[in-house]
């Protein structure tokens, strides 16, 4: 695993927030739930997305565009559509809305009419602290032309929307997480961007070794020599170069990475007491785990757990 990759633990397409959508002119699609994070493709065809409070984004084939919450957004044929709003959320996604290939009800009865188009819509509960690091790194709004390494899974999309096969929800599901990955992945390389320190770190050769060490295990006892070890080079130059390259020391950086894990952990669905979150992420007892989460969270594990996460009045957090 690595820095990227372990931003997506638990990110995943749900059926029932799964959308297929074959549209004839006019329509007015209002996405109203506010998804922490909403991916809309255009499979063929084309509209405009319109975030609140941003400009209109046209798409064409190929294009997507990935709008990040708790922002509402419309898709709509053109601007200024005669057609009325269709509201849509979670709840418009249940099979008897139109089951499985046109799961949000949007089904025009001309599929293949000329001049239609067709959306695939995948709305992403993202949670916790993790999901707080991925959602922290993109902007509100971001579109995305069609490149190759997503036209791939796009015209898998398409292959798949077209037919009713058992265990196409699965299918969908996993094409659309493929779809998301490869599309940040696009973003965060594209030419002039701006992408977190750490995952234009993973390029070097010795720093993106020892982060992907250190999220491979991050529970393990390192210190910066044995991480230098592992990746053929001096204590002092992976410091240095570690440090540019990041934005913070590689043990600093692994405080940091453990104490997102542990936050998860004490909120989680597990119940696990906190000396047990305190050896998964690499303490040996708790009373150490909790001075690190409190000097870094701003409150003790205890008050994170009882609080679902919040952080009390006065309390800051960090990290």
Do not use: N
């Amino acid at each position: 695993m690595d820095a990227f990759g372990d931003l997506f633990r638990g990110v995943r397409a749900q059926g029932s927030l799964f959308g297929s959508s074959t549209l004839t002119a006019p329509w007015s699609l209002r996405f109203v739930d506010g998804a922490p994070l909403t991916l809309c493709t255009v499979l063929d065809g084309g509209g405009w997305i319109v975030p609140d409070g941003h400009p209109p984004e046209h798409l064409a084939p190929g294009d997507t565009v990935i709008v990040r919450g708790p922002a509402r957004f419309s898709f709509v044929d053109e601007i200024g559509t005669a057609a009325g709003p269709i509201e849509c959320g979670e709840f418009c996604a249940v099979p008897e809305l139109g089951g499985t290939r046109h799961r949000l009800g949007w089904h025009d009865a001309a599929i293949d009419a000329p001049g239609s188009t067709t959306l695939v819509t995948g709305a992403y509960p993202v949670t916790g602290e993790i999901g707080r690091r991925l959602l922290d790194a993109l902007p509100e709004v971001l579109r995305l032309e069609p490149d190759d390494t997503a036209d791939p899974v796009r015209a898998l999309l398409a292959a798949e929307v077209a037919v009713d096969a058992p265990g196409q929800q699965v299918v969908l599901d996993r094409l659309l997480d493929w779809l998301l990955v490869c599309s940040l992945r696009v973003w965060f390389d594209r030419p002039g961007g701006a992408p977190p320190a750490w995952y234009s770190a993973h390029r070097d050769r010795v720093v993106g070794h020892a982060l992907r060490l250190l999220h491979a295990e991050p529970a393990a006892p390192w210190t910066v020599a044995a991480l230098a070890d592992r990746a053929g080079v001096s204590r002092a130059t992976l410091a240095k170069r570690f440090t540019e390259l990041v934005g913070e020391p590689p043990l600093t950086y692994l405080t940091h990475w453990r104490m997102t894990l542990a936050a998860d952990l004490l909120t989680g669905p597990d119940a696990a007491t906190i000396a047990e979150v305190a050896r998964t992420v690499g303490y040996s007892d708790a009373f150490g785990f909790s001075a690190a989460f409190k000097r870094v969270r701003g409150v003790t594990p205890s008050d994170f757990r009882r609080t679902g996460g919040g952080v009390p009045a006065g309390a800051e957090r960090s990290g």
